[in-house]
């Protein structure tokens, strides 16, 4: 069987017999709002005419999370079984029934997830998806910075592979697709360095295979004026794509400024909401390269969240820019798709909390599920 890079654990096969006239049936996982993975045995009567059977049908429900685990050095942590997992939902402890590394290292065998079935996931579409997202800005305090990492973006794609496809978006006044999804990781260097901060993106045909630009258009995104509408956007696009996708924020922050009892701070509002929702639907975890030189600023705090909130992690830019980018690339080489049993919850939102038992290292995932 040929390398797999990545999955698409929401659509995949499992081929087994099941019995007697069929000598087989299929098992199919299909995509859930609320990111539940059902699976449905059927066993009926043939489309040949025989006398009629009782159908059986069973269904068996379970949570997906994706996870990805680093060592205090920043890389990739392999290896992991489910008994290294530790996973609290709303609360109460789950079991995690399969714990899958995708990223490269080959297909995982093992048990299909809630079924005694031998399989192996099987992606529909190889290689990870990668969205860059680059917000832009004229305030020097925020500029020299942007311009720094750009000419040094490329290193944010040492780690990919040939059938990773990445593609370009960035944000001043409203929404810009630089790059529908690409192999070209040459093309890709380019955009960065020399198009995104002195050039208008010329109109661009949705790319052939998988494709971002069929479902978001730049006319769509003219009509975004906040980067929050902007990554709601991106999170509606990127739902309908088959596996975990990561999305790498370059920019300044966001949020509504506030003061209290003479405090600076930043709040979140619907707005926001509503693009937390589209990205947790498209499994899009964000990495935020805050690039401002500052140690400390307001708008931070939305880069801050939407990355803890998505599965991704913040790190500023402004003393060592190489180290920050180097650590989102080692982020990007994988992750866990941990499939554990559901909690008996109250429809709602629930918290996630998920740690390590058996290994050291630091696990980034979503933080609520959707009940």
């Excluded at 899958?100 to 399989?119: K, Q, Y």
């Excluded at 917000?135 to 910075?145: A, F, N, P």
Aim: a positive charge.
């Amino acid at each position: 069987m040929h390398r797999q890079d990545r999955e698409n654990s929401m659509y995949c096969h499992a081929h087994t017999v099941l019995a007697r006239r069929n000598p087989a049936r299929l098992v199919t996982f299909r995509r859930h709002p609320a990111a539940l993975i059902t699976v449905v045995l059927l066993a009926g009567a043939a489309l040949v005419a025989q006398p009629p059977q009782r159908a059986e049908r069973v269904d068996v429900t379970r949570v997906l999370i994706d996870a990805r685990v680093v060592d205090g050095g920043g890389q990739p942590v392999l290896g992991l079984e489910p008994a290294d997992f530790e996973v609290k939902i709303g609360g109460h402890p789950v079991r995690v029934e399969s714990a899958l590394w995708i990223g490269g290292e080959g297909p995982a065998r093992g048990s299909v997830p809630s079924t005694p079935l031998a399989g192996v996931l099987v992606p529909e579409v190889r290689g990870r998806l990668i969205v860059l997202v680059v917000q832009k800005s004229l305030e020097s305090v925020r500029t020299i910075g942007l311009l720094r990492l750009l000419q040094d973006g490329g290193r944010l794609l040492s780690r990919l592979t040939s059938d990773d496809r990445v593609a370009i978006l960035s944000f001043d006044a409203h929404l810009k697709i630089w790059l529908d999804f690409t192999g070209d990781l040459d093309r890709v260097r380019t955009v960065l360095a020399e198009d995104v901060m002195f050039r208008e993106p010329a109109p661009i045909e949705p790319a052939s295979g998988v494709s971002l630009v069929s479902r978001l258009s730049q006319d769509r995104g003219r009509e975004t004026y906040t980067i929050e509408a902007a990554l709601r956007l991106l999170g509606n696009a990127l739902e309908a794509l088959p596996g975990s996708k990561s999305v790498v924020l370059v920019g300044h922050g966001f949020g509504r400024f506030t003061t209290t009892l003479g405090m600076f701070g930043a709040t979140l509002d619907r707005e926001y909401d509503a693009a937390r929702a589209a990205l947790l639907a498209a499994r899009a975890a964000v990495f935020c390269l805050d690039v401002t030189d500052a140690d400390y600023h307001t708008f931070e705090f939305g880069l801050q969240t939407v990355a803890g909130d998505t599965g991704g992690f913040f790190t500023r830019t402004h003393l060592f820019a190489q180290r920050a980018i180097d650590r989102v690339a080692n982020a990007l080489v994988g992750h866990y798709v941990l499939f554990t049993e559901k909690p008996d919850l109250d429809p709602g939102t629930h918290r996630v909390q998920l740690r390590l038992v058996r290994a050291r290292g630091t696990v980034f995932a979503r933080s609520s599920y959707v009940n």
